[in-house]
Structure formats: structure tokens, C-alpha cells
């Protein structure tokens, strides 16, 4: 292992996990805090790059900071020599943190002198400029994150926001040294060091800039960030001769089996991608949360309607559903009560397909993902090719090979459910 990284999410996690295989690290993506004793991990070390999937955006502090600290030591066990703190490009955090407690965990531990603070991302519309975040034209702050349900975000300022949740001394590389290039990057570094800053918030604002930044990081034992600074990672690992570079897979070897799609996101994206599944003559079957309320929908039922169709065209369940319909469910059951039944719904489902037979699935939804690897017994994926931005197919790591794509809801073109499967030859 040459990286290791810690994912405040899931989904985040595999945007960077395919971010590091497309820069040509070989990358497995592990689902919570891994036990370096264990006979698994030692597979998963054997990869150049391992990211470590947690949960830990919202939760209480002290329960963020000891799964990343211990995350952290179970990839130095296995190897890392360098870590990565990955959170989302839009900074998503409270006044409490987790990104600062966190930070400041890991670069204790890791006797990080300066550790950069870089959630930019400009392919994807994320940028920093003096400091101050952007998504898209706007700055944060007045952005639609203002007003997310649990991470709202009402200061554009890294330096602010990061120095409100850190107990030491945030600074700024701006964009003019970063625009200046490697030698004028790290001289900043070495001056905010010198006085005493822990962490640099630094300016990006096209690819070449986090390309410099990579390189001039290249000996920090210490990286925080989103999935974009990630790019520039291989290319010290290369230079240093610890990588030789593999090139990202077209396609995947993927054990013959059926083949089944599980839609639990009800976002518009995914609402058209069952449409056009449906209307491409794909069989479907809509699960009504009335009736698994009711005890009538279950796995067995969904099951029993699946098997004779299982085969290597796929069979859609899906449980999306307008906003309207949704929220007079979740006026009747409660909010929370209603998604978590359809995931276990799900979840069960998933594994009752697996059993009979299904080793290729598509899951969409992020935090059905999250219930159907649970329900699935995936602990480690290995990534393979990218689908469509931000969705690889991925591979248990395990004896059964499951290979899956959990898609976030909004992820992915209107065929998704249609054209992913080309990208799957028999292993
Ligand atoms: P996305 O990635 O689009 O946010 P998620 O899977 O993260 O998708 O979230 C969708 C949530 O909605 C899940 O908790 C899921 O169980 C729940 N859900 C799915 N279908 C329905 C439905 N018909 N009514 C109510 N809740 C639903």
C-alpha cells in the first residue's frame, strides 16, 4: 500500500477510490474501520491505493475521531506512506466539525507538520479563490448548500470555517504563488511552518493547479481534501519509483450469473433511468411501501416474482416514486421509519437475489447502497471501469466476486440501467 485513505462517506469514498484508479493506482475501496489482523486485509494492502469508506460526516465528534484514528493506524499497519482525509468538495460539516476534530487527530498522529486544506474540484464546478469556496458562480455560502438539512454551510471562507473547528493556526496559499508553480508552492509551505501554521488552505482553480499542488505535497505525511487533489497523487508515487502506473480497465471480469437492478433513490435522475428502462422492455417490479408496511411485500414476494425471469437480461425492483407519493408515505410512516424499511427491504431482497443465483447488480440510491453492501456482506470492492462520471463497476473482494455499481441517485445518464452491463465480459 502506498496510500491510505479515510472517506467521511460512502459515496464520497468511491468518487475518490475511482478518482486514484483512473490516475492509475490500483484502489480498493473497505466499508468501515478495518481490522489489520484480519486474513482480508492483507489482500487489501496489496493494493497501491486503499480507501476507507466511514460514516462519519454527522456524527458525534468524539465517535468521528477515534474511527479515523484507528482507520488511520490499520493503513499505516498495512504500509500507507501517505494519508489521505478525503471530505466532500463542498466542505459539508457543522460548527463542531467532524473535518477539523478529524484533521487535527490525524495530524497529531502522523506528526504532520503542514497538512493542506483543499476541497476544490473545478471539472466538477468546486473551486477556491483567496480562500473562499465556490460551487460553480456562487460562492458557498449562497449556494444551495446554505441551506442543507444537516451540514448547512454559511461561510464561504475555508480559512474561517476550518480555524472555527481547529484547535491550531489555519493560513492561505493563494492563487497567485499556486499560479507561480511548484518552487513558489512550496516556499509558501515552508514559510506558514516556520510560523507556526498547521494547515494551508490552498487555491485551485483549474486541473494544472492541483496538479502543482500534488507535486509540492509529495512529502506531506498528511493530505486533506475532496477527490480532486487526488489526481495529482500518482505522479510522486511514480516519480519516486513505488508505482508504475496501471491503466484504468475498459471493461471487467465479471463471474457469469443473473442480473438484477435495485432502484431505492427516488431523485429525477433516477426516476427517468427506471422509465427508460421500463419502456426499453426491461421486466419491472414496483415495490409499494404500503405493502411491505403491511407485511405483504417482502423478499420472498419480490423473489418469487424475479426467479423464472433471472437471467442475463436484467429484472428492475425499484421502489422510486414522485414527491408527492413519497411524502404521503412519510407523513403516514415517519420519515426516517419509511426509508429505513424500504433499505432493509431492499437489503433483504439483494441477498435473496444473490442466493439465487445473481452475481452482477446495479443499486441505486446512496444510502441503499449503504444497506444492500451491508445486507450483501461486502466489505472491500475492488474499482473497475467507470460507467459514467463518478460510477464504477466495482468487485467484491471476496470469493463470490459480486460485481456491482452503486450509483448515487442523481449519478449517471438517462440508459444507465441499459448500457452498463456492455461494460462486463465473463470471468
Ligand atoms: P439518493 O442517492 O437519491 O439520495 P438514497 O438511497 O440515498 O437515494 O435515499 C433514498 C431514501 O428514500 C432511502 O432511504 C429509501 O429507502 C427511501 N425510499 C425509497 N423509495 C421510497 C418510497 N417510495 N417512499 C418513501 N421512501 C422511499
Known amino acids: 500500500m502506498l496510500l491510505g485513505c479515510i472517506a467521511d462517506d460512502i459515496t464520497g469514498a468511491t468518487d475518490l477510490a475511482l478518482m486514484l484508479a483512473k490516475s492509475g493506482m490500483r484502489t480498493v475501496q473497505v466499508m468501515g474501520v478495518p481490522d489489520p489482523t484480519s486474513d482480508a486485509f492483507a489482500t487489501v494492502a496489496s493494493f497501491d491505493a486503499v480507501v476507507v469508506a466511514l460514516k462519519s460526516r454527522t456524527n458525534p465528534v468524539a465517535e468521528a475521531v477515534d474511527w479515523s484514528v484507528r482507520s488511520c493506524d490499520a493503513l499505516l499497519a498495512g504500509g500507507a506512506q501517505q494519508i489521505f482525509f478525503k471530505y466532500c ?11 477539523g476534530p478529524v484533521a487535527d487527530a490525524l495530524s497529531d498522529k502522523l506528526a504532520s507538520a503542514l497538512a493542506i486544506v483543499c476541497p476544490a474540484f473545478p471539472a466538477n464546478a468546486r473551486s477556491i479563490y483567496q480562500g473562499q469556496l465556490f460551487v460553480g458562480e456562487q460562492l458557498l455560502s449562497e449556494s444551495p448548500m446554505k441551506d442543507h438539512p444537516l451540514t448547512p454551510m454559511r461561510d464561504a471562507s475555508l480559512v474561517r470555517v476550518m480555524a472555527a473547528q481547529s484547535q491550531h493556526a489555519v493560513g492561505l496559499v493563494p492563487f497567485q504563488t499556486v499560479a507561480a508553480g511548484l518552487d513558489a508552492v512550496r516556499s509558501a509551505f515552508a514559510e506558514l511552518k516556520t510560523l507556526g501554521y498547521r494547515y494551508a488552505v490552498t487555491d485551485a482553480i483549474e486541473n494544472a493547479h492541483l496538479m502543482t499542488l500534488g507535486a509540492a505535497i509529495r512529502d506531506h505525511t498528511l493530505i486533506t481534501g475532496g477527490s480532486g487533489i487526488a489526481m495529482g497523487l500518482a505522479q510522486n508515487f511514480e516519480a519516486s519509483g513505488a508505482l508504475t502506473r496501471t491503466a484504468p480497465a475498459k471493461t471487467f471480469a465479471a463471474p457469469t450469473g443473473a442480473t438484477a437492478i435495485l432502484a431505492g433513490s427516488c431523485s429525477a435522475a433516477t426516476r427517468k433511468q427506471v422509465a427508460v428502462a421500463e419502456a426499453a422492455g426491461v421486466p419491472t417490479f414496483k415495490v409499494d411501501p404500503q405493502g411491505v408496511a403491511r407485511g405483504e411485500v417482502t423478499s420472498q414476494s419480490v423473489l418469487a416474482w424475479a426467479q423464472s425471469q433471472l437471467g442475463a437480461t436484467p429484472v ?29 427491504l431492499m437489503a433483504d431482497t439483494a441477498r435473496a437475489l444473490v442466493d439465487a443465483g445473481v452475481t452482477r447488480m446495479i443499486v441505486a440510491g446512496g444510502e441503499t447502497s449503504g444497506a444492500v453492501a451491508a445486507g450483501l456482506d461486502v466489505s472491500a470492492i475492488e474499482i473497475g471501469p467507470e460507467i459514467d462520471p463518478g460510477v464504477p463497476w466495482v468487485r467484491s473482494l471476496d470469493a463470490r466476486k459480486l460485481t456491482l455499481a452503486f450509483k448515487s441517485g442523481n449519478f449517471g445518464g438517462d440508459d444507465f440501467f441499459l448500457k452498463s452491463w456492455s461494460r462486463l465480459s465473463d470471468a
Open 316 to 344: 428492475l425492483i425499484y421502489s422510486s416514486d414522485d414527491p408527492a407519493k413519497v411524502g404521503a408515505i412519510q407523513s403516514e410512516l415517519g420519515r426516517e421509519a419509511a426509508g429505513a424499511m424500504v433499505e432493509q
Open 89 to 99: 468538495s463542498t466542505f459539508d460539516s457543522t460548527p463542531e466539525g467532524n473535518i
